[in-house]
């Protein structure tokens, strides 16, 4: 794809007609132009969004609510709210909740010679600890485990409406727990965005639901494919795996490896010409729509030396899995802190681990999403 060029058209399934930057630069290039390029479709002529979102129910319909689908300046009024709400707890100061959870979890497989870890601790850990960050009442965790199991499978567009009951479920609870008595906990994000204030400016209630939402899915589901894939890329190779037992202090690096390496988001959002313009080469027109294929860009050899290899000291790594610009994902240090906490615990809990058989593994066809359906695995002889 690289060889065509630095952007690549194609027709992607629902989306329709898609450029896609393919190299790091191009790619870069895209998630920092907001004078050229909208992630609003209205803010570029396109009224697709707004008619869909008529004939949806409106709990699934305030969802699109959330920041990641506003422009500036709106996206900079909800993220500096969502900004206050996360500065309230730190990332060190959490990291022991994530440790207990995750020892929890890895308690259930002791003398267990075998397990699938994607269903046993790789999906358990990120939403227990985004459950417990945001507040929920720890007897609701599993009812939202079942609600939004229906959407593993977001390519699927018969999956996708089997799960709106699910996801309407969600909302509901949401609006209802998240006001003043509702039974979330003080010390929580959800209280902390309901009382968040910049400027004078606070979240309706709408908002707040869908951001609630919003951190919800995404602390979730990217943290479980980046903790499922980095674990399958260590015991893939063997030799990395050695080198981070011997040397503990290596794991920072060694995250950053597993998001450059697995890139478990495949691409951004799509955003749109606002007007026409002669961009990377070519001409293209206003309304065009782009997205930024990291997993091209994060295995371009014009950035990355030996781009294929997985090596867990690689530095510099400038890979772009949380994206760039302003809209840079808000939840990177907690997704750096799981995936190094999930994988020194189960290193040092089980230390012969390895492959069940590769076999067994199969990637879901997922549209923008690099997930394992299992990981099979020998926790001991």
């Known amino acids: 794809m690289r060889e065509f060029g630095p952007v690549v058209p194609m027709k992607l399934p629902i989306v329709g007609r898609t450029y896609l930057a393919v190299t790091h630069d191009a790619c870069s290039a895209l998630l920092k132009d907001h004078e050229n390029f909208a992630r609003d479709p209205g803010n570029a002529g396109s009224r697709t969004q707004e008619r869909v979102l008529k004939y949806l129910p409106r709990t699934i319909g305030l969802l699109a609510l959330n920041m990641l689908g506003h422009d500036d300046p709106e996206h900079r009024r909800l993220r500096s709210l969502v900004d206050h709400a996360f500065q309230r707890r730190t990332i060190q100061s959490i990291r022991p909740m994530i440790s207990a959870i995750a020892d929890r979890l890895l308690d259930g497989l002791e003398g267990k010679h075998q397990a699938d870890l994607m269903e046993d601790f790789c999906r358990d850990l990120p939403l227990s600890v985004i459950c417990a960050m945001l507040g929920l009442p720890e007897k609701d965790h599993d009812r939202f485990k079942s609600w939004l199991g229906g ?159 997985f090596d867990i000291s690689r530095h510099p790594n400038a890979h772009l899995s949380f994206g760039t610009g302003v809209h840079f994902c808000l939840g990177f240090q907690l997704a750096r802190a799981e995936a190094a906490i999930a994988i020194e615990r189960i290193i040092s809990r089980f230390p012969d681990i390895r492959l069940d058989g590769t076999e067994h593994l199969h990637w879901r066809k997922r549209l923008g999403i690099r997930t394992l359906e299992k990981l099979p695995v020998r926790l001991m002889d």
């Not at 799960?163 to 727990?177: D, H, N, Q, S």
């Not at 002669?278 to 295995?299: H, I, K, P, T, V």
Request: a neutral charge; charged letters at 25%; proline letters at 4%.
């Open 151 to 309: 959407l593993k499978d977001t390519a699927n567009i018969g999956a996708v409406i089997r799960a709106i009951p699910g996801v309407i479920r969600v909302v509901r609870y949401l609006r209802r727990t998240s006001r003043p008595g509702g039974g979330v906990l003080a010390d929580g994000l959800i209280a902390a965005l309901r009382d968040a204030e910049s400027d004078g400016q606070t979240l309706s209630e709408d908002e707040l639901v869908s951001m609630i939402f919003l951190l919800f899915g995404a602390g979730q589901e990217t943290t479980t494919h980046l903790i499922a894939g980095g674990l399958f890329a260590l015991l893939s190779h063997e030799d990395q795996l050695r080198r981070l037992k011997a040397d503990p202090n290596l794991m920072p690096m060694c995250v950053e490896e597993c998001l450059r390496y697995v890139s478990p988001v495949q691409m951004t959002k799509p955003r749109f010409a606002v007007q026409d313009i002669f961009w990377q080469e070519s001409r293209y027109r206003r309304g065009d729509m782009f997205a930024s294929f990291l997993a091209a860009a994060n295995c371009d050899p014009l950035k990355f030396e030996d781009a294929h290899r």
